[in-house]
């Protein structure tokens, strides 16, 4: 691939002003819309994160009343899930997967810009809810009914029909990335040649179309609940409060893994990179994920091991838990052995990485714990629940996400971000995320239950201790914040090649950094 | 795959206005859902319904039209095309798991939900909660008759319900017909299979609108009858609702057809409609096996 | 876990609001005081010390390399990048190791599992925020609330030894009996937990769920509601007194007379009502009407200006005594005796400056409730 493709007559840059933004069908425009949704939600998912935190800094009711800190809760859960990880993959998505597979675009540039203006009108929605009357959601982001049927607050119409726009939403992104991956790669760009980004992104795209439809259902049937009189969720009709958690569950789990497994692709590059060396096990790898993908349909249950069911129910959800360590750890060890006898530098990407496999274990590890049903009877619903999916959340999704954007940061906008500050953003990020979900695990196996707004005293050190560290941790990505800032409109920062890095392998490196408006008009070739 | 040269559209303002569109229509279903069940609608809901109508129909036919046009115009490359393809597959996958999460409550309501109320299998003691109470599919008599006064009868799937799965399977059969004739640029024969798929589709839902009006007048089956009538009316509700859908795609195929635009080799969107027909119609057999038969 | 405090530590020194002592610090889950839950703890150490082991083998080759192929130590990349033969033999270590963890969690499961022969049958029922115990061989069937003070709550006044984990009437149980409990639920999903007992279940609302315990020491058990339930889940703890048998005994005797006793109709006079009223008040309706009397609108109404309230004395018992269906409001009939129904209506309808200047009597609620 030369540079010389890339004149072709269609070369018009961006139009100017906020038509820009409403008009277009580029896919680097819309994954940087993406981007910015993204951390506009961190940060107002993150202040509520600080809301619960300064009420449980220690015990006794201070800052809330009990049913404000159960909103908190909710819009916090909701708000990181559906508004910044999510987003923030589909962002990635857009602006890598047509330039890792020598797409001039996404497939259906228009659905694209679509799907990404839908989510702002049902983040609206959402928080909108806030204002009115009775309040948020309170039910916490996984709305059990009834409480989230019969004793919800009124608003909860309008979360429902936002959960349906952001569905509509998500669904018509995941075609788009299918259908691109599946039709619009470069001559030569074989399934087994697809950077595993892309693949990741196809398994998450199938997860995707095959799960929030069921989410659909779910929330459909509690407005028929609320409003029309049926009783899916009602034992006096005969249905079941607990067929919503199925329903739920059946969503939720693979939902869980729509949220790491582009996060294992960025990392599986990003390590390769810095390492020196290719991927350890590509093939492994692929299959390894596809695996994750499958299970990941038969395990919802363990999210229900308390809830009441047959023996044989549990031990089959037990086992098919158990079971998704197996290829999760071919990853880990995948990701090792490529570090073994690289030639290892620690850029700031590489740090997230390498933070990343470290705390993404010790979350799966305890995710491992939480799936030996006997044992989840003491460890459900505690803080040491609250620990495992902040391990693979936090220091696993959004810190993959952080690297992903030093990574490819200089190919956006053509710039090096500064390192240093890179650097300072890691360790702070790095300290006060275990020093805030570290000390969760004890909270937890001590026995102190999710949601609650205010504990008995034997939890209260860690409690303060938590609170610190969440302080600490949430500051600090003021840093990232202004590093990105001065990197591209702040203009600062020594101009970067297009290779960016030390022989990265992958398309995007061929072309200029920054990457031009229009990218691969004409389809490079691969070999 | 040689790719010749990719059709990127140009800057286009159908997105933002349909995305403008489909929340003025869900906001203004929300707040006439939750305003009627507590009290009147408000001027303010209905006049935002009249908008959210509007704009949804400026932004189909202007969104639909320029894509037609461009299709006419010999814009789309064989790779849009298949790309168009690819899409409508998944996108009507996305649909099946819908229609999977509702099957899902059916089936679990039968085999756990009902049983374990009347007392049988793992939760069986449930049953001291409800004395009294037996298990029976369909299920006339709920466990809290007060709240969910059960359906006094069944109703008979042999009768409209068979009457209507014959519609819809004939229908299918037309659809085909008509695409071969489209393909063997029969057009008078095109428009008259077609057409005749149309009749029975609407056949279909004129049925069913009537079957509806029996359950709920003279059966007692309605939305709040228990869970027979709740899976009884979200799934045949939401399968009707497909009907409808796609008994709109092929009334526009319809027109579209005696416009000529459609080619032998090139017609995307009569296939695109008939997938979806397909499919409507294969959820209405799993329906009539699941929901009336069995 | 005791490794992982060594990143604590420096936050340790930061927290100034240490009131418990160090000793006292809960890292671990408890033991336990029945077969069932010492069998659980033994196999979470197990599953605990695998994970570390685990954790030790794959960070130590990870620190390997950072350590000794870096870069800047003149560390050259080699170029290998695929072996079939290692890939199936870390998917097959792994799956042995699973099946290890596999067999004790079965075997203890289906203990678990093992509802039947119980000497004692008790339902456990969830409330919006309260636990209603009712003894199925006995006629024993009571409320228990939280019996931490509000003033406690909001700070306002040192915090008790068992904040939060105390409450006004504990579950009595005797000692080396299979204590069979059914769980349900009147209103939102509960979740019945006692960490001592090892014993978490949620409880469903129309349904019931079976878990069961045999204590083996005497003590007093603490545990919480484990499942959101609405704004009162913080506050609906649990407390289990284990008793010898014969203790066991007299108390169900105790508890039998005076659920007699309670059933009496007595005479009282104004201020006593409103005293007693403003207690009821509190246990029973502040979690969701609010000491203001405010309620938090629209969900949970003002009794502050309400119309029931300032207007018929009969609507208003009406109201408590059978609640309202479909509401969060719930039937009080069972839950309070005819006194104390009396007096919160007396309470309800003068304090906040309702000023109805009313005395509602105990038999004036007699009267209704048994029509
Ligand atoms: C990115 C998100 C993510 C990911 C990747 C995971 C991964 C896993 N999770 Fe997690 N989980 C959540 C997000 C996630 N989870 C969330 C959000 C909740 C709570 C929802 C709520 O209630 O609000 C939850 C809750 C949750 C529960 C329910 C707990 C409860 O409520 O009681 C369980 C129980 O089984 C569980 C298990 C697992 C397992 C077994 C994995 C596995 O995939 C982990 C596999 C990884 C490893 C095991 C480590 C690496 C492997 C090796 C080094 C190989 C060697 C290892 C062995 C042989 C043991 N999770
Ligand atoms: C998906 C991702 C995700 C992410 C990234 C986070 C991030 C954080 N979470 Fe989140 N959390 C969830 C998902 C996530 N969480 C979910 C699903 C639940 C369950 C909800 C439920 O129970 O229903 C939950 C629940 C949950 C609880 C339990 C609440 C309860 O049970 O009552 C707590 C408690 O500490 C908590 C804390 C935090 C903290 C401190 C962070 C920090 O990492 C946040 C750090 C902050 C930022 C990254 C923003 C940066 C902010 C600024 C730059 C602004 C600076 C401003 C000031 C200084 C004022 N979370
Ligand atoms: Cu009851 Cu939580
Ligand atoms: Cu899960």
């Given at each position: 691939m030369s540079e010389a493709t890339l004149h072709a007559e269609h070369h018009h840059g961006p139009d100017k002003g906020i038509l820009r933004w409403l008009y277009t069908t580029n896919h680097k425009d819309i994954g940087t819309m993406y981007l910015i949704l993204a951390l506009s939600s961190l940060l107002i998912g993150g202040i509520m994160a600080f809301v619960i935190r300064a009420e449980l800094f220690e015990p006794g009711l201070q800052l809330v009343d009990p049913n404000f800190f159960n909103q908190m809760t909710t819009m916090h859960g909701l708000i990181m899930v559906f508004g910044a990880i999510m987003p923030a993959f589909v962002g990635l998505a857009n602006w890598l997967v047509p330039m890792m597979i020598g797409a001039?675009?996404?497939?259906l540039p228009r659905i694209n810009n679509w799907s990404f203006w839908l989510l702002p009108f049902a983040f609206g929605m959402l928080l909108s809810t806030l204002f009115m009357e009775g309040g948020a959601p309170n039910f916490g982001w996984t709305f059990y009914a009834p409480l989230s049927t019969t004793y919800a607050p009124p608003s909860v119409t309008f979360f429902i029909f936002s959960v349906h726009i952001m569905g509509i939403s998500s669904i018509m992104g995941a075609v788009n990335v299918i259908v691109t991956i599946f039709n619009m790669r470069?001559?030569?760009?074989?399934f087994m040649k697809m950077p595993l980004f892309v693949w990741t992104w196809l398994i998450t795209a199938f997860l995707l179309i095959a799960v929030m439809p069921v989410l659909a259902g779910a929330v459909t049937m509690m407005l028929m609940d609320i409003h029309f009189g049926t009783s899916f969720f009602d034992a006096g009709g005969g249905g079941d409060p607990v067929l919503f958690q199925h329903v739920f569950w059946f969503f939720g789990h693979p939902e869980v893994y729509i949220m790491i497994l582009p996060a294992f692709g960025i990392v599986s590059h990003i390590i390769a990179t810095f390492s020196r060396k290719p991927l350890f096990g590509y093939t492994s790898m692929v299959l390894a994920t596809a695996s994750i993908a499958f299970l990941s349909f038969i395990v919802w249950v363990h999210h229900m091991f308390t809830v009441g069911l047959p023996l044989a129910a549990e031990l089959f959800f037990m086992y098919s838990t158990m079971l998704i360590a197996v290829p999760t750890g071919v990853k880990v060890f995948n990701w090792v052995t490529t570090m073994f006898k690289g030639s290892l530098t620690f850029e700031t990407p590489m740090l997230f990485s390498i933070a990343f496999v470290v705390l993404f274990t010790i979350g799966g590890l305890s995710g491992l714990m939480l799936a030996i049903a006997p044992v989840d009877f003491q460890y459900h619903d505690t803080y040491f629940v609250v620990a495992h999916f902040h391990y693979v959340l936090v220091p696993g999704a959004l810190f993959s996400i952080l690297a992903a954007v030093y990574y490819w940061l200089p190919k956006w906008c053509g710039r090096m971000y500064s390192e240093t500050l890179g650097k300072w953003h890691f360790w702070l990020s790095f300290i006060g995320v275990n020093l805030t979900f570290f000390p969760m695990h004890f909270i937890g196996l001590a026995g102190m239950p999710r949601r609650i707004p205010d504990y008995a005293l034997q939890f209260a050190d860690f409690n303060a201790i938590v609170s610190v560290g969440a302080f600490i941790f949430g500051t600090s990505q003021l840093i990232f914040i202004y590093n990105v800032w001065r990197t591209t409109?702040?203009?600062?920062?020594e101009k970067a090649t297009p290779e960016v890095w030390d022989n990265p392998t992958g398309l995007e490196w061929t072309i200029p950094s920054p990457a031009p408006y229009h990218t691969f008009q004409e389809p490079p070739k691969v070999d | 795959m040689n790719t010749p040269r990719y059709y990127v559209p140009?800057?286009?303002?159908?997105p933002i206005i349909g995305a403008g569109a489909v929340f003025l229509t869900i906001l203004s279903l929300a707040r006439s859902i939750q305003e009627s069940s507590s009290g009147e609608v408000s001027g303010l809901t209905l006049a935002l319904t009249v908008v959210a109508g509007c704009a949804m129909l400026f932004m189909l036919f202007g969104w639909f039209g320029e894509v037609i046009k461009e299709g006419l115009q010999g814009y789309n490359s064989d790779q849009l095309k298949k790309s168009f393809r690819f899409s409508m597959g998944w996108f009507i996958f996305s649909e099946v798991m819908f229609f999977a999460g509702f099957f899902g409550a059916l089936f679990y309501a039968r085999m756990f939900a009902v049983p374990w109320l009347g007392g049988?299998?793992?939760?069986?003691?449930?049953n001291m909660l409800w004395e009294g109470f037996s298990a029976q599919w369909p299920l006339l008599t709920t466990p809290d008759m007060e709240k969910f006064p059960g359906a006094t009868s069944v109703i008979n799937a042999w009768k409209l319900p068979l009457i209507n799965t014959a519609l819809l399977v004939t229908s299918s059969f037309t659809l085909t017909f008509s695409h071969h004739a489209l393909r063997a640029k029969d057009k008078q024969k095109t428009l008259l299979w077609l057409g005749l798929t149309l009749l029975l589709g609407f056949t279909f839902l004129v049925i069913q609108v009537y079957e509806y009006g029996h359950a709920m007048?003279?059966?007692?089956?309605?939305?709040?009858?228990?869970i027979y009538g709740s899976t009884f009316f979200m799934l045949t509700g939401f399968h009707g609702a497909h009907v409808t859908l796609g008994a709109i795609m092929l009334t526009v195929m319809f027109f579209r057809v005696k416009k000529d635009h459609f080619k032998p080799d090139d017609h995307f969107g009569f296939e695109a409609s008939a997938w979806y027909w397909h499919f409507v119609d294969v959820v209405w057999l799993m329906l009539f096996v699941f929901v009336y038969v069995i | 876990m005791r490794l992982g405090m060594l990143s604590v530590v420096p936050a340790f020194l930061l927290s100034t609001t240490s009131q418990s002592a160090l000793a006292e610090w809960g890292l671990n889950i408890t033991e336990g005081v029945t077969s069932l839950s010492q069998e659980i703890y033994s196999l979470h150490m197990i599953i605990f010390y695998i994970c570390v082991a685990i954790a030790v083998v794959v960070f130590g080759v990870m620190l390997y390399s950072i350590i000794y192929h870096r870069k800047s130590r003149g560390a050259e990349a080699s170029n290998f990048h695929e072996s079939t033969t290692v890939e199936i033999i870390w998917t097959i270590i792994p799956l042995l190791i699973l099946v290890v963890m596999a067999v004790p969690a079965t075997s203890t499961l289906i203990d678990m599992y093992d509802n039947s022969d119980s000497d004692i049958d008790i339902q456990v029922t969830g409330y919006q925020w309260k636990w209603r115990y009712t003894y199925l061989n006995e006629e024993i069937d009571f409320f228990s609330n939280l019996s931490t003070p509000q003033d406690q709550i909001n700070n306002e006044s040192d915090k008790g030894e068992h904040y939060l984990l105390e409450v006004d009437k504990p579950l009595v149980i005797p000692i080396n009996k299979k204590v069979r409990f059914l769980l349900t639920a009147n209103d939102v999903i509960h979740s019945w937990w006692v960490p001592d007992l090892a014993v978490k279940k949620d409880t469903i609302p129309g349904f019931i769920n079976e878990s069961w315990a045999r204590v083996e020491k005497p003590g007093i058990y603490r545990g919480q509601c484990t499942e959101l339930c609405g704004a009162g889940h913080g506050y609906m703890p649990i407390v289990v007194k284990a008793v010898s048998e014969s203790e066991y005994e007299e108390w169900v005797v105790a508890q039998k007379a005076e659920s007699l006793a309670s059933q009496e109709v007595k005479e009282m006079s104004y201020d006593e009502l409103y005293a007693l009223g403003e207690k009821v008040y509190a246990t029973n309706c502040l979690a969701c009407h609010q000491a203001t009397g405010l309620g938090i609108p629209p969900v949970f109404p003002a009794l502050k200006d309400s119309p029931i309230v300032k207007g018929s004395i009969d609507d208003h018992i009406d109201m408590v005594l059978n609640g309202k269906p479909g509401t969060a409001m719930a039937a009080y009939a069972d839950q309070l005796t005819v006194t104390e129904v009396a007096a919160v209506v007396t309470y309800e309808r003068n304090a906040w400056e309702n000023n109805t200047g009313d005395t509602v009597t105990p038999a004036q609620v007699d009267a209704l409730k048994n029509k």
């Open positions: 001039p675009d996404m497939a470069a001559p030569g760009m074989t409109l702040g203009g600062v920062g | 140009a800057r286009s303002h159908w049988e299998g793992d939760k069986g003691v449930s007048n003279d059966l007692g089956l309605t939305l709040n009858a228990g | -």
